[in-house]
């Protein structure tokens, strides 16, 4: 099993601020525990986290490697585990871009000097300034000689959706370097982020998290499609997670249509943009949709657009909306299983997972 | 026939540290209403995705009306530490959803022993 999305937490800052520069570090700790990236509007009205994981002395879980390793690796049952950030997922929302970009660094240099070597089975996201595309892909270019990182992370939450050509330098770079790029839903409204939703700023966390963090992910999907993204870079393979997937099938269905009927706008766009998305991108599976006993529906309309092969497993380890391996592999019909919880997540990442495709 | 079994010793069962025995090849949790101090049994297994119900938390349910109004009221739940989703502590029974339930036992005390029957 594989699983795409482990957050990793900042329980001790510290950890972090000792790969930035000394003359910098007392900015860090000026802005308290978030470290300069913008807040949560949206909290949520519990807690953020499974309450069923060893925390350490800041009451947090999933800050200590070897505990992460335990319990994602080990007791989970993942062969690989891709660490992403979590907070630190909106470091291209900070409205300061240099200290976006000194954090980025050191977020990165803690991944690799920090984590990345108490397991081999540690995979890792790079965060990026994306706020300024020069600086972020100056960022890819350091760190990707290091095989263990995987993909350039981006935020839901975004200045313009990302098929914008201000990001092209970004998603190039990752292609060139044999990176995928994962967005994650998240940090809409913060930040230099718009607000989640076509209609404004939602109230509640509920609100946000049905709707926010899917629509930001719409958005990405049909920005990267519509600008012929991979027309122009042909091995750009994008993952996205945390978006839900039970809406994919109605919303291709809806922009195929238009494709048929607009296409004098967006000319280069050559073949249904469903096809498109079959080959380039990737939904991780977290927070799988319950279906109230429709599940044989939702098989159907994910298979009509090319599941299981656009399906990866994520765990979402250690949030509250998390998906336990064995769950969802028993839910998922039996003919998808070794693929959707391991294969597709091999075959998209190549090389750098460094696994054989059966295991 | 489901018989009594001798769980914990009462004084061991407090908020948040719940006792957890296998019975009959079932899981039951013992665990305290902060609240009310009264001692709810419950199998160790949420219907919805199969966490460890009693490593959740016993709560007071906040109900309430449009309009931004809270309240408490005379009700304990059983939080599953995995998604939150609530399990009324006297009949096992989800709120939102009935076709989610968990079973609930008849528990007791004796000479600071807790009994569960199940
Ligand atoms: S496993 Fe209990 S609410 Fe999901």
């Known amino acids: ?3 795409c999305d482990v957050h990793v937490q900042i329980t001790h800052p510290e950890e972090i601020l000792k790969f930035i520069d000394a003359p910098e570090r007392e900015w860090y700790r000026n802005q308290a525990y978030l470290l300069g990236l913008p807040g949560y509007p949206w909290s949520n009205p519990s807690t953020w986290f499974r309450g069923d994981l060893a925390v350490d002395e800041t009451g947090m879980p999933g800050g200590n490697p070897a505990t992460v390793a335990k319990e994602v690796l080990d007791n989970q049952g993942a062969d690989i585990g891709i ?30 000097e920090d984590w990345f070597p108490v397991d081999d089975r540690f995979r890792g996201s790079i ?10 892909v100056a960022e890819i270019e350091r760190c990707a000689s290091d095989r ?21 330098p970004i998603l190039e770079a990752a292609a060139a370097n044999g990176l995928a790029v994962a967005i994650h839903s998240g940090m809409e409204g913060m930040g230099l ?4 939703t076509g209609a404004g700023a939602p109230t509640f966390y509920i609100e946000w998290h049905t709707t926010g963090s899917a629509c930001s992910i719409m958005g990405h999907l049909f920005s990267l499609l519509t600008h012929g993204t991979f027309r122009r870079i042909p091995d750009l393979k994008v993952l996205l997670i945390e978006g839900g997937v039970a ?42 949709e319950h279906t109230d006993g429709n599940d044989e529906l939702l098989w159907q309309m994910l298979a009509a657009v090319g599941a299981p092969d656009i399906l990866c497993y994520s765990s979402d380890y250690p949030h509250w909306d ?22 597709n997540a091999v075959n998209f990442y190549g090389s750098r997972l460094d696994l054989p495709v059966a295991r | 026939m489901s018989e009594w079994h001798d769980i914990a010793a009462e004084a061991d069962v407090a908020p948040g540290a719940p006792a957890i025995a296998r019975i009959e090849g079932r899981e039951i949790g013992v665990m305290r209403d902060p609240r009310t101090n009264d001692l709810i049994a419950i199998r160790n297994r949420c219907p919805h995705s199969g966490a460890k119900l009693c490593l959740g938390s016993v709560e007071q349910r906040i109900e309430g009306e449009p309009g931004g109004h809270y309240h ?3 009700r304990t739940v059983v939080v599953c530490p995995w998604h939150g989703w609530e399990f009324d502590a006297s009949s096992g029974v989800c709120p939102e959803d009935e076709n989610f339930r968990v079973a609930v036992y008849p528990v007791r005390v004796e000479h600071g022993r807790v009994f569960v029957q199940a």
């Open chain 1, 322 to 343: 998390g998906d336990e391996p064995k769950w969802l592999a028993n839910r998922l019909p039996e003919a998808w299983r070794q693929g959707v919880m391991h294969d």
């Open chain 1, 83 to 112: 660490l992403t950030a979590d907070d630190a997922l909106s470091v291209g929302l900070m409205q300061n871009t240099y200290r976006a970009a000194a954090l980025a660094r050191a977020h990165n240099d803690w991944f690799r």
């Open chain 1, 247 to 288: 809406w994919l099938p109605g919303m291709l269905w809806r922009n195929d249509t238009n494709w048929r009927g607009l296409r004098d706008d967006t000319p280069w766009l050559d073949e249904p943009p469903s096809e498109t998305m079959k080959r380039h991108i990737r939904f991780a599976t977290q927070p799988l």
């Open chain 1, 193 to 196: 982020a718009h607000q989640p």
């Open chain 1, 1 to 3: 099993m594989i699983d």
């Open chain 1, 148 to 168: 263990r990182f995987v993909q350039v992370l981006l935020a839901g939450g975004s200045e313009r959706p990302y098929g914008d050509p201000k990001y092209l």
């Open chain 1, 127 to 136: 965060v990026v300034p994306s706020q300024d595309p020069v600086a972020a």
């Open chain 2, 72 to 74: 408490l009221v005379d």
